[in-house]
């Protein structure tokens, strides 16, 4: 079981933690998903998998609800 945490900009309410959670969520071999919504400063993402996973990926889906990681 492997934990990665990312910095995500732009989320500033609990519609934007549910699109990340739905994204991410639906990557092959994650099994959580926990945000800390931080909405004047940069959110924290903590996604759990049964292996590393790539971060190309995880940026992909974040992109796709409307975020971007911080790099």
Known sequence: MTVTTYKVEGM??????????????????????????????????????????DHAAVAAAVDEAGYQLVP
Do not use: M, Q, Y
């Open 12 to 53: 500033t309410c609990e519609h934007c933690v549910k699109a990340v959670k739905e994204e991410v969520g639906a990557l092959p071999g994650v099994t959580g998903v926990e945000v800390d919504l931080a909405p004047s400063a940069t959110s924290t993402l903590s996604v759990t998998s049964a292996a590393p996973l």
